[in-house]
C-alpha cells in the first residue's frame, strides 16, 4: 500500500539554525500538508499546499516557516531560524481530495529537537 | 471554532470489550472524520461520515452522527490491545483539518 514518508525520523539542531524536513506524498496526491505537534499537545495545522501554492496556513506558520515543492515527488518544510519552541514532532500528510472531503494520509513523522 | 471535543479523555477496558468514544462539536458540518493515533506516531484516517448519514460501519469501527445535537459517537467492538492509542474527530466544516486533544484509549491484555 502506498504510504508517505518523511526524513530524517530525527533530527537535532542548534537554534539559529536552519533545517529543512523532507517528505515524499503519495504519488497520485495532490494536496500537501505539514502539522507539527508538541510532546503532549495537540497536532496543530501548519500550512496546505495545492498547485504549487499555499492554499491555507495558520498563526504559527510565520515568516520563518516556508514549504516547496522542488520536484514531482517531494514536499520540504524549513525552518529558517530555529527557537527552542520548534522541538516538536513534524508531520506531513497528503491526499488526493482537497476541501471538505479529504481523507488525510500522514507520514511517520520526524522528531525535531533545537538545542 | 471547527474542533470537536473527545470525551471521554481517557479510557481503560480490557482485551475484548467495546469502547465508546464521544464528540461534540459547535459548528455545522459537511462531514465527520476519526482518526487513530499511535503513541507519538503518525495519524491514521478511519472513517468519514457524512452530514447526512446516520450510522456507518467499517470492521469492528461504528460510527454515529446526530446532527441535530452537533455529536458523534465511535464504537470499537471486541477491542484488541493493538488498539491502544488517540483518537480524534474531525468537523469539517471548512476546509482546515483541527485535531483536538483526543481520547486515549487503553486496552489492557
Known amino acids: 500500500e502506498p504510504e508517505v514518508t518523511q526524513t530524517p525520523s530525527h533530527q537535532v539542531t542548534q537554534m539559529g539554525q536552519e533545517v529543512i524536513l523532507r517528505c515524499v506524498p503519495i504519488s497520485n496526491h495532490l494536496y500537501f500538508y505539514w502539522y507539527r505537534q508538541i510532546l503532549g499537545q495537540k497536532v496543530e495545522f501548519l500550512v496546505s499546499?495545492?498547485?504549487?501554492?499555499?492554499?491555507?496556513k495558520s498563526e504559527i506558520f510565520d515568516d520563518q516557516f516556508s514549504v516547496e515543492r522542488p520536484d514531482g515527488s517531494n514536499f520540504t518544510l524549513k525552518i529558517r531560524s530555529t527557537k527552542l519552541e520548534d522541538s516538536a514532532m513534524y508531520f506531513c500528510?497528503?491526499?488526493?481530495?482537497?476541501?471538505?472531503?479529504?481523507?488525510?494520509?500522514f507520514g511517520p513523522g520526524t522528531r525535531l529537537t533545537v538545542l | 471554532s471547527q474542533q470537536g471535543e473527545e470525551d471521554p479523555q481517557a479510557l481503560s477496558i480490557q482485551e475484548g470489550e467495546n469502547a465508546t468514544m464521544n464528540c461534540s462539536y459547535k459548528t455545522s458540518i459537511n462531514n465527520l472524520q476519526w482518526y487513530r493515533q499511535n503513541s507519538g506516531r503518525g495519524l491514521v484516517h478511519l472513517i468519514l461520515?457524512?452530514?447526512?448519514?446516520r450510522e456507518k460501519h467499517s470492521g469492528r469501527l461504528r460510527v454515529t452522527l446526530d446532527t441535530s445535537k452537533k455529536s458523534s459517537s465511535l464504537l470499537i467492538t471486541a477491542s484488541r490491545a493493538a488498539d491502544t492509542a488517540s483518537y480524534f474527530c474531525?468537523?469539517?466544516?471548512?476546509?482546515?483539518?483541527?485535531f483536538g486533544a483526543g481520547t486515549r484509549l487503553f486496552v489492557k491484555a
Open positions: 461520515i457524512r452530514s447526512n448519514e
Open positions: 474531525v468537523p469539517k466544516g471548512g476546509f482546515k483539518t483541527i
Open positions: 499546499f495545492y498547485n504549487n501554492e499555499i492554499s491555507e
Open positions: 500528510a497528503s491526499s488526493l481530495v482537497g476541501g471538505l472531503t479529504d481523507t488525510q494520509y
